[in-house]
């Protein structure tokens, strides 16, 4: 069984597009997070959340909206898709602060 | 701000032959460092880490050292494998949700 799956695996879309990914945990983990890593495999975080509540943003574009429905999901939507945005996006839990990650297999998104 | 200085960015090593990976943090109120490692197409996995209050932790071929008053933290892996090639990040984290990663190292072995 998967630990932290999101979906699509790929996004092609053209630049100004609104697009979503989605991921969910079931390890039963309080923490989740959203990070970027650029062509140079730099990881960047950019949200954390607890307990559904938003804990962490990291100067993220305001483009970039995540929402958690429950603990178990953590979705992010970005708006007005630009050629910077290009990048993998990686979704991770924890169970709580100071924890081990889980990390999914990554969204890669190509802006045309 | 934070930041955490990790060397070299590419490491050729001969099959058998050990391996070590450096990372220098800047914020002193880090007090958990992981290591993961990133395989082509994947996501990072955890490979060992280490709190402040421990100097050293072995697992199997891998040890990590922790010097907290130069705020240096270090990867060996030993007896390198094939299997063993892939890009390594360390990391660090104060207890507030947020973790500062490392530049990476992309490992290569040489059979």
């Known amino acids: 069984d998967t630990a932290v799956s999101q979906t699509p695996k790929y996004l092609v879309t053209q630049m100004g597009n609104d697009k979503s990914i989605k991921c969910e945990q079931n390890?039963?983990?309080?923490?989740m997070y959203w990070y970027k890593q650029d062509s140079k495999k730099f990881l960047k975080i950019m949200f954390s959340y607890n307990n559904k509540e938003l804990i962490i943003n990291e100067t993220v574009p305001n483009r970039f909206s995540p929402k958690s429905p429950d603990k178990a999901h953590l979705n992010l939507h970005i708006n007005s898709l630009e050629l910077g945005d290009s990048a993998v996006y990686f979704c991770a839990s924890s169970q709580q602060a100071n924890q081990p990650q889980h990390f999914g297999d990554g969204t890669r998104l190509s802006i045309l | 701000g934070e930041n955490v200085e990790q060397h070299p960015s590419t490491l050729s090593v001969q099959e058998g032959d050990s391996a070590v990976i450096k990372c220098t943090y800047s914020d002193s109120a880090s007090n958990y460092f992981p290591w993961y490692k990133q395989e082509l197409g994947k996501g990072p996995q955890l490979i060992i880490d280490i709190r402040s209050n421990v100097g050293e932790k072995k697992d199997q071929r891998i040890a990590v050292t922790l010097n907290k008053t130069a705020k240096h933290f270090s990867l060996h892996i030993t007896e390198t494998q094939p299997e063993d090639s892939a890009v390594y990040f360390c990391a660090a984290s104060g207890g507030t949700y947020k973790y500062i990663f490392g530049t990476g190292t992309r490992l290569k072995v040489l059979a």
């Open positions: 390890l039963g983990h309080d923490t």
